[in-house]
Structure formats: structure tokens, C-alpha cells
């Protein structure tokens, strides 16, 4: 029986305290309740000293320069409106490469844009690397070309051609976009050059007829 009651009164005394030690919790200011961090060696030291915080970050360096691929090249004149009253007219065009060819040591292309295709050629001793240049080329570059408009030869006058008659001397040429695999069709053909495809489609019926 006295062991009993004395267990009660233990007990009793602890939930008494316990009871009293969160009422004061509950009854404390907030700011009271938050635990400051430990200070650092450095800051328990005497007021006088400070720390000097350095910037280790590495500064950006200036965005590089936009390469002659990036910039912009504006035309002044289409291919295919070029005419006889435009001789004498320095031109800048742009366009992709549909015919390219060497003959007697010059080299020409044919410079085709949404309008049509104009003949461009080169003066090796008077313009150096725009003729080297123009050797490099493969069909289907996107190419800038700026030169002289001149009348063709006249044995060398394509009647064919919308501009037949004239051609354009290049004195500085740059490539926009190169061609890095060979196409496996040409997207512009010569005059006489028959489509293949048209070709089997109208031979069809004949390969049809014969036998097996």
C-alpha cells in the first residue's frame, strides 16, 4: 500500500513539471526560441578584425564575333530580271549554284534564284580569289556574288536562256551555305537533258508488252 502511494506521488510530480515547463513554452516570445548558430573562430576574435571577402568569379568574356556565314548579305538585283540595259551595272546577287563548269581556263556557273538563272564568269588575273573560289563551288551552294554585268560574246549567245545574252563578271564571291553530300538527282538540267522519270513513265507500257 505505501509503495503504491509513493509511485502515485513520483508521478505526480513529474507530469506537475512537465505541465509547467510547456506552459512556459507556450507563454515565451518567438524571437526568444530561435538558437543562435556557433560563431566562427574568426568572428569570437576581437572586434577590430574584419574579413576580407574576395570575388573569385571569373568575368564573361565579350561574345565572339559573327562569322560571314551569319551575316547578313542583302541582293540589290534578281538573276532572272537581269537584261541587255543593265551592261555596265555592277549588280550583288544571291542564289544557288545550277551549273558548274571550267572551258579554256575560265571557269563559269549558272546562278539560279527564284527568278530565273543568269551565267556568271571570272578574271582570274584581275580578280585572283573570287576565281578560286569559283572553282571550289558544287552545285547547289547558296552563294553571294557581286560583280560587272556584261554582253555576252556572241558565240557564246544562248537563245534558250531568258538571260542569254549577257553575263556576269564576279569580282568577290561568298559562300552562305555549302553543299557537304552530292545530290542524288539534279535539281536543274540542261535544256536538252531528258528526265529519266518521264522517260520510264512513257516507256512503261513497252516494258509492259514484252515478255517475261
Same mark, same amino acid.
Given at each position: 500500500?505505501?509503495?503504491?502511494?509513493?509511485?502515485?506521488?513520483?508521478?505526480?510530480?513529474?507530469?506537475?513539471?512537465?505541465?509547467?515547463?510547456?506552459?512556459?513554452?507556450?507563454?515565451?516570445?518567438?524571437?526568444?526560441?530561435?538558437?543562435?548558430?556557433?560563431?566562427?573562430?574568426?568572428?569570437?576574435?576581437?572586434?577590430?578584425?574584419?574579413?576580407?571577402?574576395?570575388?573569385?568569379?571569373?568575368?564573361?568574356?565579350?561574345?565572339?564575333?559573327?562569322?560571314?556565314?551569319?551575316?547578313?548579305?542583302?541582293?540589290?538585283?534578281?538573276?532572272?530580271?537581269?537584261?541587255?540595259?543593265?551592261?555596265?551595272?555592277?549588280? +550583288?546577287?544571291?542564289?544557288?549554284?545550277?551549273?558548274?563548269?571550267?572551258?579554256?581556263?575560265?571557269?563559269?556557273?549558272?546562278? +539560279?534564284?527564284?527568278?530565273?538563272?543568269?551565267?556568271?564568269?571570272?578574271?582570274?588575273?584581275?580578280?585572283?580569289?573570287?576565281?578560286?573560289?569559283?572553282?571550289?563551288? +558544287?552545285?547547289?551552294?547558296?552563294?553571294?556574288?557581286?560583280?560587272?554585268?556584261?554582253?555576252?560574246?556572241?558565240?557564246?549567245?544562248?537563245?534558250?536562256?531568258?538571260?542569254?545574252?549577257?553575263?556576269?563578271?564576279?569580282?568577290?564571291?561568298?559562300?552562305?551555305? @555549302?553543299?557537304?553530300?552530292?545530290?542524288?538527282?539534279?535539281?536543274? @538540267? @540542261?535544256?536538252?537533258?531528258?528526265?529519266?522519270?518521264?522517260?520510264?513513265?512513257?516507256? +512503261?507500257?513497252?516494258?509492259?508488252?514484252?515478255?517475261?
Amino acid at each position: 500500500m505505501l509503495f503504491s502511494f509513493v509511485m502515485f506521488l513520483l508521478w505526480f510530480v513529474v507530469v506537475s513539471v512537465l505541465c509547467t515547463a510547456y506552459e512556459k513554452l507556450l507563454a515565451a516570445p518567438l524571437h526568444s526560441l530561435i538558437i543562435n548558430p556557433p560563431r566562427s573562430p574568426l568572428s569570437s576574435s576581437s572586434s577590430s578584425t574584419s574579413v576580407v571577402v574576395t570575388d573569385n568569379r571569373i568575368p564573361l568574356s565579350p561574345p565572339p564575333n559573327t562569322t560571314d556565314a551569319l551575316q547578313w548579305v542583302s541582293r540589290n538585283q534578281y538573276c532572272g530580271e537581269l537584261t541587255e540595259n543593265d551592261v555596265g551595272k555592277r549588280v +550583288r546577287l544571291c542564289g544557288w549554284v545550277a551549273l558548274h563548269r571550267i572551258h579554256g581556263g575560265l571557269t563559269f556557273v549558272n546562278l +539560279r534564284d527564284q527568278t530565273g538563272i543568269v551565267q556568271i564568269t571570272t578574271l582570274p588575273d584581275d580578280f585572283p580569289d573570287a576565281h578560286s573560289t569559283m572553282n571550289g563551288l +558544287r552545285l547547289e551552294y547558296v552563294v553571294a556574288i557581286e560583280g560587272v554585268v556584261w554582253p555576252r560574246p556572241a558565240e557564246s549567245v544562248n537563245k534558250k536562256m531568258k538571260t542569254g545574252t549577257i553575263e556576269v563578271a564576279a569580282e568577290d564571291i561568298r559562300v552562305l551555305n @555549302a553543299v557537304r553530300m552530292k545530290f542524288p538527282f539534279l535539281i536543274t @538540267a @540542261a535544256d536538252d537533258a531528258k528526265d529519266s522519270a518521264k522517260e520510264e513513265i512513257r516507256l +512503261r507500257p513497252h516494258d509492259l508488252l514484252q515478255d517475261p
